[in-house]
């Protein structure tokens, strides 16, 4: 199934999704007419998970390419309803495309750890049950969108739809200004004095760490050394000392997204460093240094020598432990890192250089 975001047609994917979801459904019911003997908590788990992957493929489009898969977009579906050029969103009904889903529907404790729930809920409330006026990721949204939560649903779909939120309120991007960062702090505060499990808890957990790490600046005697693609030596402070705004990439060589992003958004990063003056720096965290500097080697089109890097320990590099981006999973790549002129954390998790809110960061930058 493919979705095109900006030539929008949903009815013609709603057919897609829905052929897929029968033709799964058929091999299921193929399935246990040929084994008698399956219980009846198989049959009712399968069919929930496929009615869960349906309702994820409707909201939450399957319009990203990795590798050669399609894969569902992290874009809110009413957003992609807002930058589609078809005439057809305009009469677009939101009801009959859901299939008029229901709230009994979705407050089921037992599916919480399910991968296709996990990854529905919270666009299914936002964008389906919620409808709020409220400019999206707002302080005002969030609020609205947890009394709903809290209103509707089950105790412990609660918590973990709560976490959830919280989640995806961050890798949008809020708590990340002055205006929403104690806020969120606070919200997570109160969130942990209902939390036991500690999946939970270290979930928001690694959100405070990083939070707390924005707008700090990298201490100018930061001792640690990396090395470049000559295996010499530099100080990481040197690497930092200009008063540009420095983006850094931690990747590695093994990372197919990171890889993906360095090729498919080199345009994009040229016009960036010209419009703005802005320094890309690339930290490799890999093990193998002969297999960093061969794929360094080979992709020298767009990463431009002089600005390659290795972190030589990552367990004990100061500066990643500075950033807070290690979190209690490991250090997930890619990973951008926005400083500014004066190297103040601007973000610790930025959206990549190829998304369009990552030169509306830089502006914002700016503009202060």
């Not at 399956?38 to 994820?56: G, M, R």
């Not at 990439?249 to 090729?263: L, R, T």
């Not at 016009?271 to 500097?293: A, G, P, T």
Request: hydrophobic share 35%; with cysteine.
């Amino acid at each position: 199934m493919k979705f095109s975001k900006l030539n929008a047609d949903f009815i013609a994917y709603k057919k897609q999704c829905e052929s897929f979801y029968n033709s799964r459904l058929k091999f299921l019911n193929d399935y246990i007419e040929k084994h008698k003997s399956v219980s009846n908590e198989f049959k009712t788990a399968i069919k929930e998970e496929l009615e869960l992957e349906y309702l994820l493929n409707l909201i939450r489009p399957r319009s990203e390419v990795q590798d050669i898969y399609t894969i569902n977009t992290s874009e809110d579906l009413t957003t992609i309803i807002k930058n589609s050029n078809r005439d057809e969103v305009d009469f677009f009904d939101l009801d009959n495309y859901l299939n008029k889903i229901k709230l009994q529907d979705l407050n089921k404790p037992h599916l919480v750890n399910n991968m296709y729930y996990k990854m529905s809920i919270v666009p299914l409330i936002r964008q389906y049950f919620v409808k709020g006026e409220e400019k999206p990721f707002s302080k005002e949204s969030f609020k609205q969108e947890l009394k709903f939560i809290k209103n509707n649903f089950n105790d412990t779909v609660v918590k973990f739809v709560t976490g959830r939120l919280i989640v995806d309120y961050y890798n949008k991007g809020f708590g990340k200004d002055k205006n929403s960062n104690e806020f969120m702090k606070t919200s997570i505060k109160e969130y942990k004095k209902t939390i036991t499990d500690p999946t939970y808890t270290k979930a928001v957990e690694d959100i405070i760490n990083e939070l707390n790490a924005l707008n700090e600046i990298v201490p100018k005697n930061l001792k640690e050394s990396v090395i470049n693609l000559s295996k010499d030596t530099i100080n990481l402070s040197s690497i930092l000392n200009n008063k540009q705004i420095k983006v850094i990439d931690f990747w590695a060589s093994w990372c197919q997204p990171c890889v993906k992003e360095i090729v498919v958004g080199n345009e994009v990063r040229e016009k960036l460093v010209q419009k703005y003056n802005l320094k890309f720096i690339y930290f490799s965290v890999d093990k193998d240094s002969e297999q960093w500097i061969k794929q360094s080697i080979y992709f020298e089109n767009f990463l431009p020598n002089g600005k390659q890097f290795k972190i030589l320990n990552l367990n004990k590099s100061k500066f990643i432990k500075f950033l807070n981006i290690k979190n209690s999973y490991g250090l997930t790549i890619p990973r951008y890192v926005i400083l500014d002129t004066e190297n103040k954390v601007i973000d610790n998790n930025a959206p990549k250089p190829s998304n369009e809110k990552f030169e509306q960061i830089i502006q914002e930058l700016l503009e202060k």
